[in-house]
């Protein structure tokens, strides 16, 4: 179906894809893109003339269901006769109201997608378009149902990804020149065999030259993880662990199943164990029932913990999740003040962290070029200019840290 025909001839279809959301969604859009272009077609970008859009749509805030109704939209008046499909995670929780927005929109579940294509996904990618790392999916879906959270609506069940079909994707990727790979999942700390197994056999059986752990929810860290965070080079020094909220009131009643004692406990002891790296959390403000004091005690917890930075998300309402209905909303205004507080501190963390390096020599992955200069991350995920000869993306360069610009390290190669 793909091959346009025409009087016996036939023609490459053109096609965009735009993804919404987290790094789950960005993989699976990637194997969507190889099915396509493994087809003949042609990737184009979204704002051109296409004769197929695909919108792999999010829906863990307000603002994600805005975002991808505003792309579903863009795609129809940019071409009035191109199919228009939207999938991710939003045709799995309300397909209705994409379907609302045109009768010319065609929406698909993501396991249905394949085949209103008329293509077979492999399930698998060999590169990652417009990217110098690559995410690797490890695993599909949550069972914990946080009251706030809609994804195991969206993601269904825990399901772990082959152990050999990891390790054939990372040899493939790598061999493709990218030299970075992000362990990705909905909930990583659910692979049945364990994420430090399989860190382990990735380092054993590839040559990735760098491997990064995506977020991983703090109940699911393993002890063994953190001896090879701390020993082995090949693993960058930069976790991931979302809080939430340092109340242990309002984690019970997001059914996270830790204490704020746990989390803390948990930060210093990767940190002493580990003293460069980079710990970031997320924080959901203006949770129901989220008073002065219980806010007071994140803003206490996020400001005595060593973190690299923060992630700060005003609680957003989603229908179908047991909060929807949990009272005492917190008011808008007083979010927003909140939400304005942390992220005034992640400022000051982010800084004080950068300024710690200062002098130092690190390896950078080049991912790319600005103003006639390099780009690129340092396996503590700190974004950096390199002063030097521009290297190609892809390439791991050593350099020295020189300098601190609006919020990015500078460095000499
Ligand atoms: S652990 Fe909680 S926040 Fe994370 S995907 Fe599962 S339900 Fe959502």
């Not at 279809?13 to 993804?19: E, L, V, Y």
């Not at 390790?167 to 700390?189: D, K, P």
């Amino acid at each position: 179906m793909t091959l346009k025909r025409f009087q016996g001839y036939s023609y490459t279809m053109r096609f965009a894809i735009a993804t919404l959301g987290c790094k789950v969604n960005q993989y699976d859009s990637e194997t969507i893109r190889e099915a396509l272009v493994n087809d003949g077609n042609e990737e184009l970008g979204f704002t051109d003339n296409c004769d197929l859009y695909i919108i792999n749509t999010c829906t863990v805030t307000h603002r994600s269901d805005s975002d991808s109704r505003k792309l579903i939209r863009r795609a129809l008046k940019t071409s009035d006769s191109a199919r228009v499909i939207a999938t991710g995670c939003k045709a799995v929780t309300d397909p209705g109201s994409l379907r609302d927005i045109s009768p010319r929109v065609e929406v698909a579940t993501p396991s249905k997608l394949a085949s209103l294509l008329g293509l077979s996904f492999s399930g698998s990618i060999t590169r990652f378009h417009h990217r110098s790392r690559a995410f690797v999916k490890i695993q599909q879906g949550c069972d914990n149902f946080c009251t706030y959270c809609i994804v195991p609506y969206a993601r269904g069940k825990p399901r772990s990804r082959d152990i050999d079909e990891i390790l054939q994707e990372i040899r493939q990727l790598n061999s493709n020149a990218y030299r970075e790979i992000v362990l990705t999942g909905v909930n990583i700390g659910l692979h049945k065999l364990g994420l430090s197994y399989i860190t382990k056999k990735i380092l054993e059986q590839t040559r990735v030259e760098r491997i990064r752990i995506s977020s991983i929810e703090p109940w699911t860290f393993q002890e063994s993880l953190l001896e090879l965070v701390a020993d082995e080079p090949r693993l960058c020094k930069h976790l991931h662990l979302p809080m939430q909220s340092a109340s242990d009131r309002i984690l019970e009643s997001m059914a996270r199943p830790y204490t704020a004692r746990y989390f803390s406990d948990l930060v210093h002891g990767i940190h002493i164990a580990s003293p460069d790296i980079a710990i970031g959390t997320d924080i959901i403000v203006g949770f129901p029932g989220e008073d002065d004091r219980a806010f007071q005690e994140t803003l206490n917890m996020v400001e005595s913990l060593p973190l690299a930075y923060l992630h700060v998300f005003p609680y957003s309402r989603r229908p179908g999740t047991k909060a929807y209905v949990f009272t005492p909303q917190v008011d808008e205004l007083t979010k927003k003040k909140r939400v304005s507080i942390l992220r005034k501190i992640s400022q000051k963390k982010r800084r004080d962290f950068a300024l710690g390096l200062m002098g130092r020599d690190m390896d950078v992955l080049v991912t790319g070029s600005e103003s006639g200069m390099s780009t690129g991350i340092t396996t503590n995920y700190q974004k950096v200019m390199l002063k030097g000869p521009v290297k190609k993306p892809g390439s791991i360069v050593n350099a020295r840290i020189t300098g601190l610009k609006s919020g990015r390290l500078q460095a000499t190669i």
